[in-house]
């Protein structure tokens, strides 16, 4: 999931445009599919406790006010389920990209669409990092990368770059290593119908506030959840790329 948007960069004036986010942020919830059964009895009993019905999606920007609540309620409906995140150790990443540095100093990233593959490369290295060092080489599991469909947005075209970036970050892989266990294709779904989405825009909405608000307060509460290397998250489990 990502929060920000990859564009919004003036190159005549060579600085980002006003009102745009400085910062944009894509994340990863990984689970085992054997956990998949458990993160949704989880979510749903968020809804039941605060009497949500089952069929209204929750997300970090949910409108609050659709859900008949106000905004302290929906803060607390997010700390629960930053709670059911929590619990999953190991289970988050997240890249976060200073956009006015990545499209001055980078020569690779001139447009949006290379922004966004960058940010999905880096999260994807993340990813095999953790799934490689859980699981043998010789004895890998499969690893599927499920994304929020966008076609409601525009069409399948956002759908379609996204699918190219993915494909492209699996052949290539990176200076570090390769990504022998990523399914050939990337997945989509609509986020209301999977939990795990919807567990993983909370993770985007956690981090993105920290970067661009230096609002930590959701972020504390994912800590326990992100990947770590001897307690450190950065670089691991965390990347600022500027």
Known sequence: MNHGEPGGFDKESN??????????????????????????????????????????????????????????QYSNVREEVMSIIAKYKGSVIGIIMDKESCYQNKE???????????????????????????WQKENLEPTMVIADSRQSINSSKLDNELKIAYSRAKNMGTHFMKFPSFCESIMFADSKDLSG??????????????????????????????????????????????
């Open 197 to 242: 989405i919807q567990l993983a825009d909370f993770c985007a909405g956690a981090i993105h506030k920290k970067y661009e608000r230096e609002d930590e307060e959701y972020f504390n509460l994912l800590l326990p959840a992100i990947v770590n290397k001897e307690g450190n998250i950065y670089g691991p489990g965390i990347k600022l790329y500027k």
């Open 15 to 72: 600085k980002l445009k006003p009102n745009t986010s400085r910062y944009f942020t894509v994340a990863g919830f990984m689970i085992n599919s054997n956990q998949i059964l458990d993160i949704e009895k989880e979510l749903k009993d968020v809804k039941i406790k605060n009497k949500i019905g089952q069929e209204n999606e929750i997300k970090w920007h949910t409108t609050y006010s659709k859900l008949g609540m106000d905004f302290k």
């Open 108 to 134: 690779y990233i001139k447009t949006p669409n290379d922004l966004y593959s960058v940010a999905l490369h880096l999260l994807m290295e993340r990813s095999c990092m953790q799934t490689t060092k859980k």
